[in-house]
């Protein structure tokens, strides 16, 4: 059983197709999209030795050659390094236009793997197979690329959508607990920003979703990765509605950056405690009710995310220091900061010039240092 989402995106439009033992089907589906009977598989090394043989395989038998151009897993091959190296290989492969990349892995490898493709000859297509939760229903779809700098995280990329993404759920079958947790906050998220039936569907069914039960992680990808094609159908560029998706980002991004994007905070566990931040501090702000702000708590809490400053190893954390992580834009040096706030459980909004000072305030009351 499977399901295709379509990202309607005129001449740029594309299907997620979301089922079990997509992989053992992928050379089949991804056949159309090449010219020249093969692509180079852009993949770590983890990815590769667990998953590596079946899309192979699936690939041969549709008589497409794999070339395989794996890198170290973890966020440091998400370099300019790490670009250079995938082109280099690329360019040794002697791929051209008429072939195409394949980003067989998590978000590191999507993004690296995507930008690659987005510059390399000017650009060629390229295929995602996400094996993350969290790849699976935010960083695959959509076509933002990017690798990271010294100065910050997603600093250099480009726009390029995929020409096809095919989300196997089986191979989540191999991630960790704790990697299933930090995509689970990728999904409560849609849940908390635009829908209130999905939020109340995952509290329900969140052990099933975590434990893997087929048909509750088969809704909850299929509805996480609908909500995101229908925003970004609609907004590609983040020019308004899209911002949407950086829910819990905010608070999120300032507690990475004091915890240095690593293993003593994943990027989900972030947005998880970030989203739980966000809801309360609408709540401090009279925006949305304390109830709703309590149970949005709840909610990512039930599947063992941090949803406060205590749960997050760094604490105490310095207030003005991760308002200081905050600052977006110019703007932001005049004390004002762009957040994603909540009006109610699933009514989530873009909200311009937040005083900054309130939410150092805010995090005071939550723990932080003054
Ligand atoms: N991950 C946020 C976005 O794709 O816009």
């Not at 010219?35 to 043989?53: Q, Y």
């Not at 709703?292 to 406060?308: F, H, M």
């Not at 900061?337 to 939550?366: H, M, N, P, Q, S």
Request: net charge negative; proline share 3%.
């Amino acid at each position: 059983m499977s399901r295709t989402i379509p990202v309607g995106l005129g001449d740029r439009a594309y299907d997620v197709v979301v089922g079990e033992g997509l992989l053992d089907v992928a050379g089949r589906l991804i056949a159309p999209f090449q010219k020249r009977g093969r692509t180079a598989v852009v993949s770590d090394e983890t990815v590769w030795r667990l998953h590596g043989e079946r899309l192979t395989a699936s690939l041969n038998a549709s008589g497409i050659e794999a070339l395989p151009v794996i890198v170290a897993p973890g966020e440091q091959s998400k370099s300019f390094a790490g670009l250079a190296d995938v082109s280099d290989r690329l360019l040794a492969l002697e791929l051209d236009r008429g072939d195409i990349v394949t980003a067989f892995g998590g978000g590191v490898v999507g993004d690296l793997a995507g930008f690659a493709a987005a510059i390399y000859k000017r650009g060629i297509d390229f295929v995602q197979i996400p094996t993350t939760l969290l790849a699976q229903v935010d960083s695959s779809v959509g076509g933002k690329t990017a690798i990271d700098t010294p100065r910050g995280k997603n600093l250099v990329g480009a726009f390029h959508q995929p020409k096809l993404v095919l989300a196997d759920l089986t191979v989540l079958s191999t991630l960790s607990d704790r990697e299933m947790r930090a995509g689970y906050a990728e999904v409560i998220k849609y849940g908390l920003l635009g829908d209130l039936d999905f939020f109340e569907w995952l509290e329900a069914n969140v052990a099933a979703v975590l434990a893997r039960d087929p048909a509750a992680l088969s809704h909850a990808v299929a509805r996480s990765i609908e909500m995101k094609a229908e925003i970004v159908a609609e907004d590609e560029r983040e020019q308004g509605r899209r911002a949407l998706l950086n829910l819990g980002h905010t608070f999120g991004h300032a507690l990475e950056s004091e915890t240095g994007y690593g293993d003593a905070l994943l990027h989900g566990e972030a947005v998880g405690a970030g989203m739980a931040l966000a809801f309360r501090f609408s709540a401090a702000q009279g925006l949305v009710t304390g109830q709703d702000a309590q149970r949005a708590t709840r909610g990512i809490a039930a599947s063992g995310l941090p949803t406060t400053l205590a749960q997050v190893a760094g604490h105490p954390f310095d207030a003005a220091r991760l308002v200081a992580h905050m600052g977006q834009d110019k703007k932001a040096e005049a004390g004002r900061l762009t957040f994603i706030l909540a009006r109610a459980l699933g009514d989530a909004y873009v909200a311009k010039d937040v005083d900054a000072a309130a939410v150092r305030d805010f995090l005071i009351t939550e723990g932080a240092t003054p």
